[in-house]
């Protein structure tokens, strides 16, 4: 039995690309919200090139087209069906399928824009540190992922897998991701990548400080 979930928990990594965008979609207001949010944030006016890594069905690459109407937009992800909803909705921009953590551009982008995407990838040290040197001198890498630790269901969600019924099977994919972000999100912090928001609320900003990947 243990075997079979391990086999079940590798199938479930390896189908992160297959997307329902009709489902995803119903809930597009509510997924925008956070990519407004990070949009915000960035202090760019002007932007030539930009790529929005991990675009889904292009609700999140449009709002770059919003605010930088005159750049050249570049939407990436490694779903076929996502980019195929994307391309028939916003027929204007350049959809790429490719693997996030591989990607590489056709030039210098001014800014890289990945919400909600990273934490589907390995490694997240040396990612940011790769992603950051394609940028051309003071473009932005603009990131945001899901914690969900800060959500009140993810004590309900910890107590169940880790009750006598289900303790003795392997973790599900995502709780492993959970632990992995937490613990870059401590490098992440610690290197100079902050939270543009401080615990008082109040925005803040920091260069970032040299990172070799590494503890």
Wanted: charge should be positive; include cysteine.
């Amino acid at each position: 039995m243990v075997r079979n979930m391990r086999s079940i928990n590798q199938d479930r990594i390896s189908s992160v690309s297959n997307w329902q965008p009709e489902l995803y979609v119903r809930f597009e207001a509510y997924r925008t919200r956070a990519a407004r949010d990070l949009l915000a944030h960035i202090p760019l006016d002007d932007v030539e090139y930009a790529v929005d890594l991990g675009c889904g069905p292009g609700n999140s690459t449009v709002l770059l087209a919003e605010r930088w109407p005159k750049a050249r937009i570049v939407g990436v992800d490694n779903s076929s069906s996502m980019l195929d909803r994307a391309s028939r909705t916003y027929p204007q921009f350049k959809w790429t399928k490719a693997d996030l953590a591989q990607f590489q551009p056709d030039a210098t982008p001014d800014l890289i824009f990945a919400n909600a995407s990273l934490q589907w990838a390995q490694d997240h040290a040396r990612l940011l540190q790769r992603l950051s040197a394609l940028l051309r001198k003071g473009g932005v890498l603009a990131f945001q992922v899901p914690y969900p630790m800060q959500q009140p269901v993810a004590e309900v969600y910890l107590r169940l897998i880790n009750s006598d019924r289900w303790r003795h099977y392997p973790p599900p994919d995502d709780r492993q991701g959970t632990n992995r972000v937490c613990q870059d999100s401590w490098k992440i912090e610690k290197y100079g990548y902050e939270n543009p928001r401080s615990s008082s609320g109040r925005e803040r900003s920091r260069q970032p400080g040299r990172w070799d990947g590494k503890d």
